[in-house]
């Protein structure tokens, strides 16, 4: 028997395993039961001092703590969880001899405060500035602080924890990296060059300079109480986004292969896509033709017509631009089928992951073909008369689901959409 | 991880090259700094710290737009430059059929800091002036808001998008010396493989920045007091950073026929891998199993990015000396080290060595470095990051 490809000729890549870790918990049971309870996992931030921001909740992965803390530290931990459990599911290769390369989503690294601030503090001056930290920033003493914050760190520590093949690759397409992960993944597998792949977004980054950021660029939901009530995509009254932590990992294995060594297949990655928009740093091109484009392109690259999506799980960040974005889109894209497509965003409750929300949602889209039930979108009290989706507001769907787009748009113009299906279709 | 090339796999040429650095910019004014084996270091600004400084460049002809170049740090700036550049020498620059579906691979660092406004947070928290809000009050009055996306890793890729009009795909890796490799090796198999027709590689450092030099300063990785080429700093290691931008057009054989573009070299192989650096030698060892991979004779040329930084350094030593036919150029010495541009500069000089028909000559005294007088038609770039990451190229004359 030759070995399954798709519709283009090319092998088939599978899921073999899924591993997930947010605000709402860690693991595929517990978060996708609150997910479809439609629980929150947004809080006021007690990690660091709130005094002064304009924003002070956030989805923070509270229960997972790491020392001394760092925000690629906590990261580390995040994907590593994740992938323990996308592993232990996948069960594939022995221990720490994963058959495959690592393609890791991570957010950017750098000094953070607290060894900003030791740092200054070692000068033993009151008065001093960058040259005199320069002066004291060698000799032994802060000798982890260079590998802590190298930019190839954590995917460095994943490759030697689970022993991938090969130079892992750290990626970012901002808030589209986790889908970029997984995507580099699947076209390595369709060259033939791996048989599985470790495709693993994660972020650990909830910091105060981190805040600040996307607070100066007015992107922050600023409804600071309730926190649960702050993200709401498709609403009128939405106001931004809500920053988040989690990390989301999937096992892709060809289909021969997982079929070969008599793998549980969990679902199907039928078909990605990208295009760039070259409009603004932050802002869509008006006309929205990248998204339209990345979309389209994800479709003939899994080889299905519109017709044959029947759920989208959003990018839905809550921001007032992206939701009306999106839908002006997605309409363009789906035309008279579009009121037939249940769509939801997982941000209602678990926030934005940014570096890992591609991956985290993609899993959340695995269990919604698995479990044939659709998460809700949370704090859909006032629907935006002008974005006519048709929103699973509020309580989970049941619904018949056989192929899902999820989709990611990021700061940069990245856009990248993925298709996931429950079989080869 | 690199299979054997299927069959029907793409030949994939360089049909542009950008370079920007302390040696100048564009391909002849780099050709004719290495045969003068000229070296720009400022061992001032940065004393007792050693750097190669960008050479004077007006940013204007590669962005024309002053609000463009306001919303870059500096290494976005060298970057998009680069890539600039490099699409006007591929001679794709304003074809907008060509750039809207070209791949863009970026190796990205990031992170440039506002120095006077962490100096003023520092400052006072060292007074004993800082409460509990004190660090987020300052960063919501102090941080301009436009510095974020200046120093964020994907937005030089979201630069080069917005003022050249690249905007296929565009994915930023990340991971100092390494991403760069895997920039190229991605790139190449995906043209090989026919996912892609044509790609823009590269990458941009800054050197010049005072919170790098504390970063690598962490782990001792500086050079300091005296500049000295790479292969003599045995008695003290370390890099002098540098301030480059190199970006390659990448595109296979029918495609650049088709349209009529003139390459430089093809680039046959980028292979890479991850030693885990816990025993001597593993850095010596992950190079040997890399070498066969590329298919080459006891002879040739090699360029390497070879840092100065030890052990790296000795290890890639090692290596380069079981290879005794290989005439070795080490970019270093000239480039200073310029982490993710490290390789792309090495592919770049190696696709423009075999275009003008020869190897720009040895700058070493100590003898690693030998001259070469015939033309080459096949070099092999070399990187093995400071810290982590090995890999490498081959690039070939056109047959």
């Not at chain 2, 460049?57 to 024309?64: E, G, K, N």
Request: hydrophobic letters at 40%.
């Amino acid at each position: 028997m030759s070995a399954p490809r798709d519709k283009l000729g090319r092998p088939i890549v599978v899921v073999t395993g899924m591993g997930v870790v947010t605000s709402l918990g860690a693991g595929k049971t517990d978060n996708w039961t609150r997910l479809t309870a439609g629980e929150s996992g947004i809080r006021t931030v007690t990690r660091f001092p709130i005094d002064g921001l304009k924003t002070n909740m956030a989805g923070t992965v509270d229960f997972v703590t790491v020392e001394p803390f760092s925000s690629t530290g906590l990261t580390e931990r995040l994907a590593a969880m994740a992938t323990e459990e996308a592993l232990e599911q996948a069960d594939i290769g022995g221990k720490a001899d994963f058959p495959g390369p690592l393609f890791l989503a991570v957010a950017p690294v750098e000094v953070e405060w607290p060894q900003r601030l030791e740092l200054g503090r070692a000068v033993g001056r009151t008065e001093f500035d960058y040259g005199d930290m320069l002066h004291v920033s060698g000799g032994g003493r802060f000798t982890a602080y260079h590998r802590r914050f190298m930019f190839g760190s954590v995917a460095s520590y994943l490759a030697e924890k689970f022993g991938t093949k090969g130079s892992p690759i750290s990626l970012s397409t901002a808030c589209a990296s986790g889908a970029t992960a997984i995507q580099l993944g699947v076209e390595a597998i369709r060259r033939g060059e791996a048989d599985a792949a470790l495709c693993v977004g994660a972020d650990g980054s909830v910091n105060p300079e981190a805040m600040v950021r996307f607070s100066l660029l007015s992107a922050l939901s600023t409804q600071n109480d309730p926190p649960r009530a702050a993200s709401k995509p498709f609403s009128k009254n939405r106001d931004g986004f809500v920053m988040a932590e989690g990390a989301g990992a999937m096992v892709l294995e060809s289909y021969e292969s997982a079929m070969a060594r008599g793998a549980k297949i969990l679902g199907v990655v039928a078909g990605c896509g990208e295009l760039t928009d070259s409009f603004h740093r932050t802002r869509s091109s008006p006309d929205g033709k990248p998204i339209i484009g990345c979309m389209r392109k994800t479709l003939a690259d899994a080889g299905l017509e519109p017709e044959q999506i029947d759920h989208i799980n959003a990018h839905g960040t809550a921001t007032p631009e992206n939701d009306k974005m999106e839908y002006n889109t997605t309409a363009v894209v789906f035309g008279d089928h579009l009121p037939k497509i249940p769509v939801s965003s997982n941000k209602s409750m678990v926030g934005h992951t940014i570096s890992a929300a591609g991956a985290v949602e993609a899993v959340f889209s695995l269990l919604t073909l698995e479990h044939q039930r659709i998460p809700p979108t949370i704090n859909y009290e006032i629907p935006d008369p002008s974005i006519l989706f048709d929103v699973v507001g509020n309580t989970a769907r049941d619904a018949k689901v056989t192929a899902v787009m999820s989709n990611s748009f990021g700061f940069g113009g990245q856009n990248a959409s993925l298709i996931l299906t429950r079989e080869p279709l | 991880m690199t299979e054997p090339k299927s069959a029907g796999a793409k030949e994939v040429w360089i049909t542009g090259i950008g370079i920007v650095s302390s040696l100048g910019e564009g391909l002849d004014a780099h050709w004719d700094a290495l045969n003068e084996k000229k070296i720009n270091v400022d061992d001032k600004r940065f004393a007792p710290h050693i750097v190669h400084p960008l050479a004077p460049v007006s940013f204007d002809a590669q962005i024309p737009k002053k609000g463009d170049q306001r919303q870059m740090e500096a290494w976005q700036r060298i970057g998009t430059y680069a890539a600039g550049l490099a699409l006007d020498s591929a001679g794709v620059k304003g074809n907008k059929e060509i750039l809207a579906r070209m791949d863009m691979i970026v190796a990205a660092g990031g992170g440039e800091r506002d120095i006077a406004v962490d100096a003023a947070i520092l400052n006072a928290d060292a007074k004993g002036n800082s409460g509990p809000g004190f660090l987020n009050e300052r960063l919501m009055n102090d941080l301009r808001p436009t510095l974020f996306l200046a120093q964020l890793s994907n937005l030089l890729a979201g630069n080069i998008a917005i003022v050249h009009g690249v905007c296929g795909t565009s994915r930023t890796f990340m991971g100092e010396e390494a991403a760069s490799i895997d920039a190229a090796r991605i790139a190449l198999a995906r043209i090989e493989s026919g996912q892609s027709d044509i790609a823009l590689v590269g990458a941009a450092h800054n050197g010049e920045r005072m919170d790098l030099l504390i970063l690598y300063e962490f782990g001792d990785f500086n050079l300091t007091d005296k500049f000295a080429p790479v292969w003599q700093r045995e008695d003290k290691s370390g890099f002098a950073l540098g301030s480059a931008g190199c970006f390659l057009v990448l595109e296979s054989r029918e495609h650049a026929e088709a349209r009529g573009a003139k390459p430089y070299a093809k680039l046959t192989k980028v292979v890479a891998d991850l030693a885990q650096r816990k025993q001597p030698g593993a850095v010596t060892r992950s190079l040997e199993a890399l070498w066969p991979k590329l298919g080459v004779g006891n002879s040739g040329s090699l360029i390497t990015g070879a840092t100065g930084a030890e052990p790296v350094t000795s290890d890639e030593k090692a290596f380069l000396r079981q290879h005794p036919g290989f005439a070795i150029r080490a970019t270093g010495t000239m480039f200073g080290h310029t982490l993710e541009t490290q390789f792309p500069l090495g592919l770049a000089l190696a696709a423009l060595s075999i275009s003008r028909g020869a190897l720009f000559p040895p700058n070493d005294p100590t003898g690693l470095e030998v001259e070469k007088a015939d033309s080459p038609d096949q070099i092999v770039v070399v990187g093995a990051g400071h810290w982590q990451g090995e890999g490498m190229a081959l690039v070939e004359a056109i047959k």
